[in-house]
């Protein structure tokens, strides 16, 4: 069956510290992949994609994130997290449509 | 203008009530999707619509009702809705199917609706 999975409900982080948020993916192929970031009360913004060539690809506001294919995973990573950062981070992949993980909800303390 | 614009950003109504959910694409896009996010819950896709046509109708109660009288407008109609229906509802939209195309979704900021 084709799903995502964020293994992590909930993350907690120090302002300056640096964060890693789990993705893995379950498909036949190799999918187009993506990590979107939602603030409060707010849609989905698309923080970055991959979709085929280099494995690690950058996004806005500092975030980064790698694809293994041999481990099924697109993890997000960010060097040093800001206040800012606190929101709920969905991973997502196409296939025939579109399947999102149940999210990762992020706070950042000071 | 940007994007993916929804209105009204918030609606409460009653169980009676009528109402409609309005969602406009200004991206040139030919798919466009109503999700629904409720607290706790993973992301609900309800409905999709590609050149007009309704591709996908995922199982939703019928006193929801969608409209697409054109790629750049998505409405979705209320009508006796239960509690249970409160929820954020996204409007979304990409070049194409996914599958078809290899493009990501572009949402809306959401309407949020309280059914008391």
């Known amino acids: 069956a084709q799903s995502v999975t964020q293994p992590d409900i909930h993350i907690t982080v120090s302002e300056g510290a640096s964060l890693e948020l789990r993705c893995n993916y379950s498909?036949?192929?190799?999918?187009?992949l993506f990590w979107y970031v939602q603030s409060p009360g707010q849609g989905l913004q698309l923080l970055l994609k991959y979709f085929s060539g280099d494995t690690l690809v950058q996004g806005i506001k500092g975030f980064e994130a790698e694809f293994k294919r041999s481990q099924s995973s697109f993890n997000l990573r960010k060097p040093s997290v800001h206040w800012s950062d606190a929101a709920e981070y969905f991973c997502?992949?196409?296939?025939?449509?579109?399947?999102f993980g149940t999210g990762t909800s992020l706070t950042v303390i000071p | 203008e940007t994007g993916v614009t929804q209105t009204p950003r918030h609606l409460v109504m009653g169980m009676t009530n009528k109402k409609s959910l309005k969602c406009e694409q200004h991206?040139?896009?030919?798919?466009m999707y109503w999700y629904k996010q409720s607290a706790k819950k993973p992301l609900e896709l309800m409905f999709v619509y590609n050149f007009k046509e309704q591709t996908e109708n995922n199982s939703v109660p019928s006193r929801f009702s969608p409209e697409c009288p054109n790629s750049s407008h998505l409405f979705l109609h209320l009508h006796t809705l239960q509690p249970e229906d409160s929820a954020l509802y996204l409007c979304?939209?990409?070049?194409?199917?996914?599958?078809?195309?290899?493009?990501?979704?572009?949402f809306g900021e959401g309407s949020r609706l309280t059914v008391l």
């Open positions: 997502a992949f196409t296939g025939n449509q579109f399947y």
């Open positions: 991206l040139g896009h030919n798919a």
């Open positions: 498909y036949g192929a190799t999918p187009y």
């Open positions: 979304a939209s990409s070049q194409g199917l996914a599958g078809a195309y290899t493009g990501e979704l572009f």
